[in-house]
């Protein structure tokens, strides 16, 4: 099944993406290992994750509407997170994924939200440090990712933050809702491996 998957993301996703895409899948099996999460489920939910990354992201609305995915006023307004909705419903309809939680870590892994089981965290996390990343940072948020994966995920979202800000753009409430959940409620099990 894997090796059938594959062959399709070359085929639908840009080179790089693929690339990307494979550095994922690596980063979240080992992360997997380290937390104590099903290498397999992440492995996978890490391939698919950007499945739909084939798609324009001036296409992807569009897209979603036409596939009746459900897209809230402020995900419309930032475009470059619908991929990460759209994939979840292209993981069902064209890899035929239906293990609901490698599709919720698919859906999540852009913005986050409440109540992130360890897989969406593994997945949101994996995308920012695959071994093929490089941006300001990221070598330290890979130190962190090892340290525990929920002081890790506050730090990225401190710099996407940061980032939207400069930027003057808009920050997705999801994002501002998984840092008040680690706040209030910090997973405390996934931390100090």
């Known amino acids: 099944m894997l090796t059938e998957i594959k062959e399709k993301l070359k085929k ?4 790089k993406r693929y690339i990307h895409s494979l550095g994922v899948a690596d980063e979240a099996k080992r992360l997997a290992e380290v937390y104590g999460c099903d290498a397999d489920k992440a492995y996978l939910a890490g391939l698919l994750h950007d499945c ?15 596939r009746g995915v459900s897209l809230d006023e402020w995900t419309r307004m930032c475009p470059p997170v619908v991929h990460s909705f759209l994939g979840e419903q292209i993981a069902r309809d064209e890899y035929g994924v239906t293990d609901g939680e490698i599709l919720e870590a698919i859906r999540l892994h852009t913005v986050g ?19 093929n990343r490089d941006f300001p940072g990221v070598e330290e948020l890979r ?7 929920d002081e890790a995920i506050k730090l990225s979202i401190k710099r996407q933050t940061e980032f939207n800000m400069a930027k003057n753009a808009v920050i997705h409430p999801a994002a501002l809702y998984m840092w008040n959940d680690l706040i209030l409620n910090g997973d405390t ?3 100090g491996h």
């Open 12 to 15: 639908t996703l840009p080179e």
């Open 52 to 66: 739909a990354k084939g798609i324009p992201t001036d296409r992807q609305i569009a897209e979603c509407d036409r």
């Open 113 to 131: 939200g409440r109540g992130m089981t360890l897989l969406d965290k593994i997945i949101y996390l994996a995308d920012l440090t695959e071994k």
């Open 143 to 149: 130190a962190a990712s090892d340290k525990g994966i």
């Open 189 to 191: 099990k996934t931390e």
